[in-house]
Structures are given as structure tokens and as C-alpha cells.
């Protein structure tokens, strides 16, 4: 019996990561919910850091030199009380300066799993300059990016990350998910992909210039209607091209999934 509970918790969690689920905001009693917000002011080189742990981040650009964030706490207890005690467990840390802004989302290091009492999660809704430098992280959850101009990172374990209208260079990768990414312009800083369990999506303006390198693992690649001019070694699982006379490095690498790259 207890070889079969093992079996079965294993799986159950396995199909979670597999999925790219929050695994630790399952329904597990009453629910206690609080909203954190804050607005900053930042110097036009300044850069800005959100961290999280489990739940999304949306980004969209803000109006002027404001940094706007929403921290949507979420907890889930046995009862009222237990729910209220996991969400004051959720703490938001902030390092902010003049150049700098960084918002982490922290819980307890002891909680916060399956099975536990904590099962919390935080989502963030955040707003930046669109040319700021912006690194987004979060373990179980989503990354979501609009409109960004400035050199952008975003990271997630388990969840996708899906990026619309990017101007500016863009550094993306994923474990357990895909990679979702709009490109209104290609910049000179280039575009790099990373995704290992989950299909990577380009699409970019197709009077764009650039060079292109993608490979995948297990998978294929495709390349509908753009205008490319192979160079190197190129396979079913390996292409190396040159897109209007070539120009800034777009990279996508996968190991299991499929690439598509085209036009927007």
C-alpha cells in the first residue's frame, strides 16, 4: 500500500511539471486572497527585476518614467484561519533605487509544496518604461510580455512564456513549456530562445533582416512564407538561414518540440 501511494503522489506530480501546472495552488479548502501594489520612478537607464516563485507575470509597457506593480496574493488552508496565515506567510521584498527596481515575491522555505499547508501562489501584473532592461523570473507560471523595447529576459520552469509586438532584444527560455514569441521588429541585439520540453513559435515582419539558427532535439522544424537563404548544414532538425540579405542573430533551441518560424 504505501509503495502504491508513492506510485501514485509520483505521477500526480510528474503530470503537473509535464503540464507546466502551478502544483502548489491546488484547491485545498478555504481561500484567502490580498492585493500588494506599488508605483516607482526610475532613471531611463534604470533596470527592473520582478522574481517569483509560483504564479504568472504580465508585462506591459507604462506611460513616462513610472514602474507600476501588482502583487495578487492567493492562499489556500484547511480553514478561514489556517488560509489567513498562509497568505501573511507570503511576504513581497523590495531592493528599489534610483537605476533600480526589484520585487520578489518570498515564501516560506518550509511550505509552499504539495501536500503542505501553504499552497499559495502570487501573480503579478506589472508596467515598465518599454525601453527599460527588465528580467522576469518565476518557477511554476507564466511569463507574458507586451509591447517591450528595451532588452528584455524572461525564465520560467514549468509554464510557457509568450512575448507580442517585441521591438527590442529578448532572451527567453523555459523548461516545461513553450515559447510563444511576436516579433513586431528584429533588434540589434538579437533574439534568443531556449526550451526544452515544449514547441518554440517565431513569427517576425517578414521584410525583416536577419540571421537565423535553429535546431531541435526531437522535433521539426518549419519555416513557412518567409523569404530565407539556407547557408551551412541544414537537416530536418537543423537550420541555418539568412532572412533579407541577413542581420541580427534570431537563435531557437529546442530538445522536445517542434520550431515554427514566419511571418507575422
Same mark, same amino acid.
Given at each position: 500500500?504505501?509503495?502504491?501511494?508513492?506510485? !501514485?503522489?509520483?505521477?500526480?506530480?510528474?503530470?503537473?511539471?509535464?503540464?507546466?501546472?502551478?502544483?502548489?495552488?491546488?484547491?485545498?479548502?478555504?481561500?484567502?486572497?490580498?492585493?500588494?501594489?506599488?508605483?516607482?520612478?526610475?532613471?531611463?537607464?534604470?533596470?527592473?527585476?520582478?522574481? =517569483? $516563485?509560483?504564479?504568472?507575470?504580465?508585462?506591459?509597457?507604462?506611460?513616462?518614467?513610472?514602474?507600476?506593480?501588482?502583487? !495578487?496574493?492567493?492562499?489556500?488552508?484547511?480553514?478561514?484561519?489556517?488560509?489567513?496565515?498562509?497568505?501573511?506567510?507570503?511576504?513581497?521584498?523590495?531592493?528599489?533605487?534610483?537605476?533600480?527596481?526589484?520585487?520578489?515575491?518570498?515564501?516560506?522555505?518550509?511550505?509552499?509544496?504539495?501536500?503542505?499547508?501553504?499552497?499559495?501562489?502570487?501573480?503579478?501584473? $506589472?508596467?515598465?518604461?518599454?525601453?527599460?532592461?527588465?528580467?522576469?523570473?518565476? $518557477?511554476?507560471?507564466?511569463?507574458?510580455? +507586451?509591447?517591450?523595447?528595451?532588452?528584455?529576459?524572461?525564465?520560467?520552469?514549468?509554464?510557457?512564456?509568450?512575448?507580442?509586438?517585441?521591438?527590442?532584444?529578448?532572451?527567453? +527560455?523555459?523548461? =516545461?513549456?513553450?515559447?510563444?514569441?511576436?516579433?513586431?521588429?528584429?533588434?540589434?541585439?538579437?533574439?534568443?530562445? +531556449?526550451?526544452?520540453?515544449?514547441?518554440?513559435?517565431?513569427?517576425?515582419?517578414?521584410?525583416?533582416?536577419?540571421? !537565423?539558427?535553429?535546431?531541435?532535439?526531437?522535433?521539426?522544424?518549419?519555416?513557412?512564407?518567409?523569404?530565407?537563404?539556407?547557408?551551412?548544414?541544414?537537416?530536418?532538425?537543423?537550420?541555418?538561414? +539568412?532572412?533579407?540579405?541577413?542581420?541580427?542573430?534570431?537563435?531557437?533551441?529546442?530538445?522536445?518540440?517542434?520550431?515554427?518560424?514566419?511571418?507575422?
Amino acid at each position: 500500500m504505501r509503495t502504491q501511494t508513492r506510485t !501514485i503522489l509520483a505521477l500526480l506530480m510528474a503530470a503537473a511539471l509535464a503540464t507546466g501546472c502551478d502544483i502548489v495552488t491546488a484547491s485545498l479548502g478555504p481561500e484567502h486572497t490580498s492585493q500588494w501594489q506599488k508605483t516607482y520612478t526610475i532613471a531611463a537607464n534604470g533596470s527592473v527585476e520582478i522574481d =517569483n $516563485v509560483n504564479g504568472r507575470i504580465e508585462v506591459e509597457p507604462s506611460s513616462g518614467n513610472t514602474v507600476e506593480v501588482i502583487a !495578487i496574493k492567493k492562499a489556500h488552508g484547511a480553514s478561514e484561519e489556517a488560509a489567513k496565515a498562509s497568505l501573511d506567510r507570503i511576504t513581497i521584498a523590495e531592493d528599489v533605487s534610483e537605476s533600480r527596481v526589484k520585487v520578489e515575491a518570498k515564501f516560506p522555505h518550509n511550505e509552499g509544496f504539495m501536500f503542505t499547508g501553504n499552497n499559495g501562489k502570487v501573480d503579478f501584473q $506589472v508596467k515598465v518604461p518599454a525601453g527599460v532592461e527588465a528580467n522576469f523570473n518565476t $518557477v511554476n507560471g507564466e511569463v507574458s510580455l +507586451r509591447g517591450m523595447a528595451g532588452h528584455v529576459k524572461a525564465q520560467t520552469t514549468n509554464g510557457g512564456v509568450t512575448a507580442r509586438d517585441m521591438s527590442g532584444q529578448l532572451d527567453a +527560455r523555459t523548461t =516545461n513549456g513553450g515559447l510563444n514569441i511576436d516579433l513586431a521588429k528584429v533588434s540589434q541585439g538579437g533574439v534568443a530562445l +531556449r526550451c526544452t520540453n515544449g514547441g518554440i513559435r517565431v513569427q517576425l515582419p517578414r521584410d525583416a533582416k536577419a540571421t !537565423i539558427s535553429a535546431s531541435i532535439t526531437n522535433g521539426g522544424i518549419s519555416t513557412s512564407d518567409l523569404p530565407l537563404e539556407m547557408s551551412g548544414d541544414t537537416s530536418r532538425r537543423h537550420l541555418d538561414a +539568412r532572412m533579407n540579405g541577413g542581420g541580427p542573430l534570431v537563435e531557437a533551441t529546442g530538445t522536445n518540440g517542434g520550431i515554427s518560424l514566419s511571418s507575422r
